[in-house]
């Protein structure tokens, strides 16, 4: 029988836990809303408790420490979620499981996703990018999420402000970072609405896009991904992926030959299952 693996996306709002084969096929897969701490450890034991898997890969929402040298690898840092500030994820999760277990962050885990089996499979190296409650993002370089000291934390970077944008950012710590200017929470507190409620609004989406596409000629200028995934719940406005792509080109003026755009800066393809299908690559050792 092929070896079952475990995963799991820890999200602030749910729990993506699933189970599946080293080809990437989910087999079972349940959604459990984040609960307090040991309400929801009890519920993730419980599901992984009907599988017999081999290993579990975590891509959980921090920050986390990831340095495995620490103290406190494995633990949940300053989230803005209370309950779950200084939460050991790792540790907890191992007391629960007789299994060999892996973190990373959510970001890292869905950009290995998508590098395994989705929209960067055919590169050696990817960026992706979440635009959603918040911004973060994941690089997958020789086959692995980077990790750094700390992981990164790609959306909290500084940009050039749109000329027709007088909002002062929504980010607690910076104000007018990527994701005080850029995340669909700066979209709501910029507009009082929904990005969803402004889609036939052409100069929300002029200015978003300006942000991301300045955001993905910083990535790419610093870490030289051969693709940059954007995904995430803002995204899926329809006019913003050709508007960040138009605005791109515009900034970069040519600087480094990119040949073609649109196999450059491109959309996730892993319908939302990227980030349990990282988790579970995290683990597939053959
Ligand atoms: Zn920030």
């Known amino acids: 029988m092929a070896k079952l693996l475990g995963g799991i996306e820890a999200g602030g709002t749910n729990f993506v836990c699933a189970v599946g084969d080293a080809e990437g096929n989910v087999l079972d897969k349940i959604t459990l809303p984040t609960r307090a701490p040991e309400e929801t450890f009890q519920d993730v034991k419980e599901f992984f408790s009907q599988h017999d898997i081999e290993a579990l890969g975590v891509g959980g929402f921090g920050p986390i420490d990831l340095d495995e040298v620490s103290a406190t690898y494995g633990t949940i ?12 994820l790792l540790g907890r999760l191992k007391q629960d499981m007789q299994v060999p277990i892996k973190l990373t962050t959510d970001v890292n885990a869905a950009a290995l996703g998508e590098y395994r089996f989705g929209a960067a499979r055919d590169v050696k190296s990817c960026l992706y990018i979440t635009v959603g409650t918040g911004i973060g993002g994941g690089f997958i370089h020789e086959g692995k999420p980077y990790t ?19 909002f002062a950012g929504s980010c607690p710590f910076h104000g007018d970072c990527l994701e005080g200017l850029a995340s669909g ?3 709501e507190a910029r507009y009082g609405k929904k990005g969803i409620e402004l889609t036939d609004d052409p100069e929300v989406w002029e200015i978003e896009a300006y942000y991301l596409a300045q955001a993905v000629m910083n990535y790419l200028l610093i870490l030289s991904p051969e693709r940059i995934i954007l995904g995430g ?11 960040i792509r138009e605005k791109f080109i515009e900034l970069f003026q040519g600087y480094r030959d990119i040949s073609d755009v649109e196999k450059l800066i491109v959309a996730p393809t892993l319908n939302g299952d990227q980030g349990i299908l990282g988790a579970m690559e995290l683990v597939n050792e053959e």
């Open 185 to 187: 929470t700066a979209i």
């Open 148 to 166: 750094g000291k700390d992981h990164p934390e790609m959306g909290h970077i500084l940009l050039s402000k749109h000329k027709k944008d007088t």
């Open 233 to 243: 719940g803002v995204m899926k406005q329809p006019s913003l992926l050709p508007l």
């Open 77 to 88: 840092l300053n989230t803005p979620k209370i309950k779950w500030q200084q939460v050991d």
